[in-house]
């Protein structure tokens, strides 16, 4: 696989991004966003869980079903949410003028909105934007398209690469936003892919599910799940070919290509968590099963007494082996091997003397905790970050 990161000249066949100010931010910052397939093509959409969704997340939900779509109009700096029939009408209205901008079909164009929750969308703003919107778009836009989707992020978050697969060259482009209210149930996170390949909707469902379970869904920076949260994927097929369907030749290459840009944006929201200094990766492993494994790790990487201690470098594993004990999976105390960046901290559930050269490795950015429970084959990993003095501060304020 040839990997441009966050390449912002790459170029997938057939594709065109762009961004404007739409003034729904202060300051002139980019807040309205376009992505769009010269052909209509092939979509998949994950969605979050919670039970309070966004307009915007509904009414996408509905258009994703019929597996075919033109584009996506993305709006940061609110959320429409909570905003009741008002936001599925204004919702609407966004998507229409889309369309009619583009001069493509009715219900070919989704929506998605990151920002405040429960004001009103200014709908007449992003409106009156359309025209400029659509003249911004070029084909390598994606960098402001990713500009424009940010609200608390630091940096833009972009991903690109490309794989020959069955002869031809398949391309992917992938953006994303997020860096609080992170904890993905399907992180306030949105990402959007493009492919040229050419996928039928259900196979390019499968691939994106596979993909997020292993990136999306395995990140936390303070435990809350948006009410916006959604992942897209666009393939309109000008790679030609043959159809990469599931099971068939060359799909498993295409997922695993889709998986390995999904992780890598999934981690630039960890490294971008609000306030973070540190990037987390956690590792249980040696439960009876994964599903234990994965409720382990959820609950250190949850755990604000972990969080605090990796922003304060204090190697108190004493706070991770409480975590795991209160997670409900078997363990024996007596069996349990802690390691952090590799320092083994506990070995068979007592002290090792070496926490002044865990307190040295804890000083890194970057973080490893290993916990064994040693009584079978199941493991999991998931990434978080530190919880600072920042966090707090930019949260406190959100609003204001």
Not at 54 to 59: D, E, G, R, W
Request: net charge positive; proline share 3%.
């Amino acid at each position: 696989m040839d990997k441009k990161r966050s390449d912002p000249g790459f170029r997938v066949r057939g594709f065109r991004a762009g961004a404007v100010a739409s003034g729904i931010k202060k300051g002139g910052k980019k807040d309205l966003a376009l992505i769009v397939s010269d052909v209509p093509a092939a979509v998949a959409g994950v969605f979050t869980r919670n039970a309070v969704r966004a307009a915007p997340v509904l009414l996408s939900i509905e258009r994703v079903k019929k597996g075919s779509a033109r584009g996506v109009i993305i709006n940061s700096g609110n959320a429409n949410a909570c905003t009741g029939k008002r936001g599925l009408r204004l919702a609407g209205d966004m998507a229409k003028a889309a369309e009619k901008n583009l001069r493509v079909k009715k219900g070919d164009m989704l929506v998605a909105s990151t920002g405040v929750i429960g004001v009103p969308l200014p709908a007449g703003k992003i409106i009156s934007s359309l025209p400029g919107l659509v003249r911004s778009l070029r084909p390598d836009g994606w960098m402001d398209a990713a500009e424009a989707i940010m609200t608390t992020d630091a940096f833009p978050k972009t991903a690109s690469g490309r794989k020959k697969i069955n002869g031809r060259s398949i391309n992917i482009v992938g953006i994303a936003k997020g860096a609080g209210m992170i904890c993905p149930d399907m992180a306030t996170m949105l990402a959007f892919f493009a492919t040229d390949a050419p996928v039928d909707p259900e196979s390019l469902k499968k691939a994106l599910l596979s993909a997020t379970d292993e990136s999306f869904n395995r990140i936390t920076v303070d435990n809350d799940t948006s009410t916006n949260d959604c992942v897209f994927i666009f393939a309109n097929g000008l790679a030609g070919g043959g159809s990469l369907a599931a099971g068939g030749a060359g799909f498993n290459q295409f997922r695993e290509l889709l998986s390995g840009l999904s992780l890598e944006l999934s981690h630039m929201i960890v490294r971008d968590g609000e306030g973070a200094t540190k990037f987390t990766e956690i590792e249980v492993a040696g439960c009876r099963s994964r599903s234990d494994a994965e409720a382990a790790a959820r609950r250190i990487a949850g755990s604000l007494l972990v969080k605090t201690a990796l922003f304060g470098k204090d190697p108190n594993w004493g706070r991770i082996m409480a975590a795991v004990g209160a997670c409900g999976i078997r363990l024996k105390e007596d069996r349990v091997d802690i390691s952090i960046n590799g320092v083994k901290v506990v070995k068979n559930g007592v002290d090792t003397g070496m926490e002044k050269a865990a307190a040295a490795a804890m000083k890194k950015r970057e973080i490893k905790l290993m916990v064994d429970i040693k009584l079978g084959r199941g493991g999991a990993r998931l990434w978080t970050s530190d919880l600072s003095y920042d966090y707090v501060r930019i949260n406190s304020s959100y609003r204001s």
